[in-house]
């Protein structure tokens, strides 16, 4: 993100003060102006920005719905860092794939959706996303290495997802309801919200008490701590039926390994 040079310090402080006590941090309007933080995509002058924003629609439908759902579209990659250098590396056909401890719904199978676009691999904007999330996430690693330095390589796995809601459909952007994806930590950006009513990001302890809940505004985000809380997202549905609705989100996943 964006920090005037004087804030830097205090809004890193907060991050890592917030995942470290409570396991995940929200970044909103809220904490934006008190950082003086800029929204990461509201300024759509970028091209750079403004392509990202649009490859979002021609994301692939999602076909592995254990329900059968016809709401999900997504893309994925898939990319590897050796630990403390944030340099990333592209790995192709790497399918995604959860244990089903982790995921009820889709777990146990490898699972191929729609790659990336090869435009949007090289497009300064998103990989600056990831370099930053993960930047944050060594950051605090080596805060927790003094307990654990047994590893030696980042697994970072990249998600687009659309959810789509209609007159008929409530979309669900997580069928398998209140979960942990099984890895080190997760980076969630909001990307857009249109036409849409719930879609609520909420937070919950290992033994499933709610802790927070927010609704994801366009450049909001979320920092999890996935070894340590749980996490879901409420159902969305259409405002008004005869107009497209959908919830855009960018998803980071970081596996310690």
């Known amino acids: ?19 470290s006590n409570s396991g995940f941090v929200i970044v909103d309007e809220k904490i934006r102006n008190k950082f003086n933080i800029k ?18 629609n021609f994301l692939g439908l999602d076909e592995h719905m254990h329900d059968n759902g016809k ?3 997504r893309t994925h990659g898939v990319f590897t860092a050796q630990k403390n250098t944030l340099k990333l590396n592209y790995k192709e056909k790497i399918p995604h794939f959860q244990k089903k401890q982790y995921n ?9 959706f729609k790659k990336i676009e090869p435009n949007i691999l090289k497009n300064n904007f998103f990989n600056y996303l990831i370099v930053n999330s993960l930047e944050h996430f060594e950051k605090f690693e080596k805060i927790k290495e003094i307990f654990d330095n047994s590893w030696n390589e980042w697994f970072i796995e990249i998600h687009q997802f659309r959810i789509l809601a209609s007159k008929d459909l409530k979309g669900l952007p ?15 950006l ?14 919950y302890t290992k033994d499933k008490n709610k802790i927070a809940t927010t609704i994801l505004n366009k450049g909001d985000c979320i920092y999890l701590d996935d070894t340590s809380i749980m996490h879901s997202v409420t159902s969305i549905s259409s405002q008004n039926n005869s107009a497209e609705a959908f919830r855009d989100t960018l998803v980071i996943t970081f596996f310690k390994r």
């Open 39 to 56: 929204n990461l995509i509201t300024t759509e002058k970028d091209k750079d920005i403004k392509n990202f924003i649009q490859s979002w």
């Open 174 to 188: 997580t069928p398998e309801g209140i979960h942990t994806d099984g890895v080190s930590y997760i980076f969630i």
């Open 1 to 19: 993100m964006e920090l005037k040079k004087e804030n830097i310090d205090d809004y890193e402080e907060y991050l890592y003060n917030q995942i």
């Open 104 to 112: 009820n719904v889709n777990g146990d199978i490898e699972r191929w």
């Open 190 to 203: 909001a990307i857009n919200r249109e036409n849409i009513s719930g879609g609520e990001s909420e937070i």
């Open 71 to 73: 709401y999900r579209f």
